[in-house]
């Protein structure tokens, strides 16, 4: 019997089968797998099943609304994912072969990878004895020893067990928060999605709360006193303290601890002013302290440590640095597996390590190799406990190098590569050596502290090239970093130069990449010492291998910004968290909570808790959030609401923001005039800042980030005009539609400039409104009648075309590579130039030269083909698609493919249109693609777009027993069609 080997990654099974070829014997290349006598090898290509409620647990129509919520279905349903289909299917196939009696789940060696192989296992309903290969490493060496030492399905049981609880819990969190969220937002009409996750919003918090501090933070004045003294040998810096200031007795009369009350600081001018002036020109009595102090190198990587220190030294997201180690990992068989949460060593591996030494040693790596040869030539590569502790590793081990020397790295690898090496190496070098002097200058009863700090031996500093005292961090006046002129016995000194120093304090600093992944592995404290850290980590929100996806959801789903390094929380963040705690959802809103969830999952995957206990827990704090939303029955949420600067624009009054609106409270001792307006206008929230913009202006934009009723993503400007009907402002989306081509009303471009000439007339090329538009295209003191349609959009799918792209597009016949373009079918962004497209007679896109080759046809004599597993197949025709494996194996000489014919539909299929539908479109059954298409030539014969609104459809007789009103939106007629469609 032959045994079926599931890796993740077709990489992965190609490096598989490469490197057990010399034992296993060889191996045929197939379209989707490799066999031998003995193995069968393929791969999935990621998850390839997700799950989901059975139908009867879940109801589909109204699942926005509490009605049917919660959704806590007993069980789950396996769905294939529908773009890996045939891949599961080939997969599902071989697992079914009657010659193959065992499986190995060889996806990666994690909770992810583990779930990916048990679900494809689960949805094969495959009863066959199952091993485990467990990788560190990707080397071939590696590889095989991982096959010589399978592991059991009894042993990974509590590992699949997590990783099935994390799943569900993650689809019971996130379905039912996100609905209940939405639900409650949508209360007074419209869609407002609003989604929430168990480690995702939890993890907002954290950023939102320090954005809070930082919002309500009152900078306050100190003083510093800084003093330059005079002795024999030279001058030398000093800074004033309090020598018997405690940090007890100065909160003593505070509630909270202030970090900003210190030993160095003045919190009075005049006192810091009195001080300088009584120091100044003193002698002053000097004593000093000197002691030797170390500093060892920092512990290796894990994900999370790898991630920040990338983060701060090249600036590299949480993302990117995990896909470059991914990349080392399994296509350069550089580094060791990447999603480690372990910063040691197993026990056994010193010989492992003595030969990555030697392989660096022998590297061509000038920049390394000389430091693993001192490490060697030393004897450095001890045992340590420090390094080497079987307690510290669970499944992973820390990220070294393996014994694989790379080659061909881009910059990036290289910079992270490197990044590996050197604290591999400084781990095993000795600590930095420091000689650490205190000196204290004391005149007329005031006492200057002055620090010096030198560098004795560099040690594991050498690998980073700090080799002298001058190039230790962060050297500044009076602190330490500076080597001290030297002061003998009884000397007396004299103050030279005092001064008081002005200075404020600081808010605390917004997140980084960096510091947001020290908070999540606090489960909301930072945390920067090491072993602290180590002891925290279990309880963190999420683990190294999901917290970059976590970070790149929030900024996706405009939740948060990142400017530079820093991430910034939006409106929308503020008004989900104001939800979350005015309704009590503490499940979401605090950190330490989430993290005793992952605390409880990873007891799970060593055996200390049942799945069963976990899920039952899941399913209660399910209810109770839902309930909580369910049951809230005020009429807003308390928070910590805006009053604007900006009067209103109908009566002058104060503008005030509550959890739904900004609405005019009126001036001092009136009532409000009635003015008001949502937050969040087709599903965008206002930013503060940008609704003090829009009231001065009346007018913003344009800004992105709409969407339509349809879920339809759209760019639009946003204008504030008076509404005669109820004497008012309001609030309108402006399109910029041209009305005075429409009207007939004469255009007068006399004041503009143009942008070049007309790529159909010549004519001269203007903007108006939010156009591009040729002046012979609208009427004109010149020209009354209109005889050229050249007219192009000032934003395209959600790309600005700035004046300067349009006149290069006139001038030149394209503009320059733009990158904000989003598809409205995939919903994607994309690059790509506009151009001018002479046979279409329009503006067209036109798109970057492929980075790769195009691949060479299938030569015309053989007829054949390569598979992406390498296997050579015969060359498949475009005359006979039905029957494609009969061609395959009977028709090795390749034929001329046919063109391919428009299929056209049989009078007979689709959908029977009702008898109001019918008199528009006629009686025949058809598609319903067909049906909108027929309608828009309709609508479009008869001039039924409204004219001062393009996406509004008045309706005639014909059309007034569809619709059932006067006018309908373009966004509303696929729904009106469905209602007029029955299957025969």
């Not at 495959?126 to 590889?143: E, H, N």
């Not at 839902?626 to 005020?634: Q, S, T, W």
């Not at 509404?723 to 041209?738: A, H, I, P, R, S």
């Amino acid at each position: 019997m032959k045994t079926l080997v599931i890796a993740e990654k077709p990489s992965v099974a190609q490096d598989i089968v490469r490197a057990i070829t010399p034992t296993a014997g060889k191996f045929e290349k197939h379209d989707e797998y490799f066999e031998s006598d003995e193995w069968l090898v393929t791969s999935a290509v990621g998850h390839l099943v997700e799950i989901q409620a059975p139908e009867e647990f879940d109801v589909k129509r109204g699942k926005w609304s509490f009605a049917n919520l919660p959704v806590i279905p007993p069980y789950f349903d396996l769905k294939p994912i529908d773009k890996t289909k045939a891949r599961l299917n080939a997969i599902v196939k071989l697992a079914k072969r009657k010659d193959v009696g065992a499986l190995v789940n060889a996806c990666d060696a994690g909770r992810e990878g583990e779930l990916i192989f048990r679900l494809i296992q689960q949805y094969a309903s495959s009863k066959l004895p199952v091993k485990r290969l467990w990788l560190q490493s990707m080397t071939p060496a590696a590889i095989r020893e991982g096959f010589e030492s399978l592991r059991s399905e009894k042993q990974m049981q509590g590992l699949a067990d997590a990783a099935r609880s994390r799943s569900e819990a993650d689809w019971m969190v996130g379905i039912n928060g996100t609905r209940a969220m939405t639900a409650f937002n949508s209360r007074d009409g419209g869609f407002f999605l609003t989604t929430v996750g168990r480690v995702q919003t939890p993890t907002l918090s954290v950023v939102v709360e320090r954005e809070e501090k930082i919002r309500k933070f009152v900078s306050r004045d100190y003083w510093e006193i800084h003093a330059t003294f005079l002795a024999e040998a030279g001058e030398y810096p000093a800074k004033w303290f309090d020598p018997k200031w405690k940090k007890a007795a100065a909160n003593a009369d505070n509630a909270e601890p202030d970090a900003e009350l210190k030993a160095d600081r003045v919190w009075s001018e005049r006192e810091a002013l009195a001080i300088a002036e009584a120091v100044r020109g003193k002698a002053a009595t000097v004593t000093e302290e000197s002691k030797p102090t170390t500093q060892a190198a920092g512990l290796l990587f894990d994900l999370t440590s790898l991630q920040r220190e990338a983060n701060g030294k090249f600036g590299f997201s949480a993302k990117t640095t995990l896909s470059i180690a991914q990349s080392l990992y399994e296509r350069h068989k550089a580094l060791t597996y990447p999603r480690t949460d372990s910063r040691a060593l197993p026990e056994d591996y010193l010989p492992v390590v003595k030969q990555t030494f030697e392989m660096l040693a022998d590297s061509g790596m000038k920049h390394l190799a000389p430091h693993a040869a001192t490490a060697l030539k030393g004897n450095y590569i001890k045992p340590s406990k420090r390094i080497f502790d079987n307690a510290k590793v669970s499944d992973h081990f820390a990220i070294i190098p393996t014994l694989q020397a790379p080659s061909g790295l881009s910059e990036a690898e290289q910079k992270l590569y490197d990044l590996v090496v050197r604290r591999f190496m400084a781990v095993f070098f000795p600590s930095a050596e420091y000689l650490v002097t205190t000196r204290i200058s004391q005149a007329v009863g005031h006492s200057f502290k002055t620090e010096g700090k030198v560098l004795v031996k560099p040690g594991w500093l050498a690998i980073y090239g700090k080799e002298a005292a001058d190039e230790v961090a962060d050297a500044k006046d009076g602190d330490k970093g500076q080597s001290l002129v030297p002061v003998k016995p009884g000397e007396m000194v004299r103050a030279e130069v005092v001064e008081a120093k002005g200075l404020k304090t600081r808010p605390p600093a917004r997140y980084s990449e960096a510091t947001l992944l020290g908070a999540m592995e606090g489960a909301g404290k930072t945390i920067d010492d090491d072993e602290l850290r180590e002891a925290m980590q279990e309880k963190g929100l999420g683990t190294p291998a999901t917290r970059a996806a976590t970070i790149e959801g929030l900024i996706n789903e405009k939740y948060m910004l990142r400017e530079g390094r820093e991430l910034i929380p939006t409106a929308k963040a503020f008004q989900l968290m104001t939800l979350l705690r005015g309704l009590g959802v503490e499940e979401l809103s605090r950190a330490d909570l989430t993290g005793d969830w992952e605390y409880k999952l990873a007891q799970m995957e060593h055996g200390k808790l049942s799945r069963e206990t976990f899920m039952a827990e899941i399913a209660a704090m399910t209810e109770n959030l839902v309930n909580k939303a369910k049951g809230y029955d005020k009429d807003t949420i308390p928070g910590d609401y805006a009053t604007l600067q900006a009067p209103c624009p109908n009566c002058g009054g104060v503008i005030k923001e509550n959890y739904r609106r900004y609405t005019c409270t009126g001036k001092k001792g009136d009532d409000g005039c009635g003015f008001s307006f949502g937050k969040t206008p087709a599903g965008r929230t206002f930013e503060v800042a940008e609704v003090e913009q829009f009231l001065r202006d009346k007018k913003i934009g344009p800004l992105d980030g709409f969407r339509s009723k349809a879920g339809w993503p759209f760019t639009a400007e946003m204008v504030i005009k008076f509404d005669e009907e109820t004497k008012n402002y309001k609030l309108e989306f402006d399109f910029g539609d041209d009305k005075n081509a429409e009207t007939g009303e004469i255009i007068d471009f006399s004041g503009q400039q143009s942008l070049g000439p007309c790529p159909r007339c010549a004519s001269r090329v203007f903007e108006l409104g939010k156009n591009y538009v040729c002046e012979k295209s609208v009427p004109t003191n010149e020209q009354p009648t209109p005889s050229c349609t050249f007219k192009t959009g000032q934003v395209i799918l959600q790309q600005p075309i700035e004046r300067e792209q349009m006149h290069k597009l006139l001038e030149t016949g394209k503009t320059d590579l733009l990158d904000k373009f989003v598809s409205m079918r995939t919903r994607r962004p994309f690059k790509a130039m506009l151009a001018w497209d002479k046979e279409a007679d329009k503006v067209n896109f036109e798109f970057a030269p492929s980075k790769f080759p195009p691949r060479k046809p299938a030569a015309a004599k053989t007829g054949t083909v390569k598979t992406p597993f390498g296997k050579t197949v015969a060359a498949k025709t475009a005359k006979a698609p039905a029957a494609k494996k009969v061609a395959a194996k009977k028709t090795p000489a390749a034929k001329t493919a046919k063109p391919k014919t428009p299929r056209v539909a049989k009078p007979g299929a689709g959908l029977k249109p009702s008898d109001a539908l019918a008199a528009v479109i006629g009686a025949e059954p058809v598609a319903r693609t067909q049906v909108i298409k027929k309608l828009w030539d309709y609508i479009k014969a008869e001039g039924l777009q409204d004219a001062a609104n393009k996406r509004a459809i008045n309706a005639d007789a014909k059309l007034l027993p569809v619709f059932g009103k006067p006018q309908v939106t373009m966004f509303e007629l696929a729904g009106i069609v469905g209602k007029h469609l029955s299957a025969e």
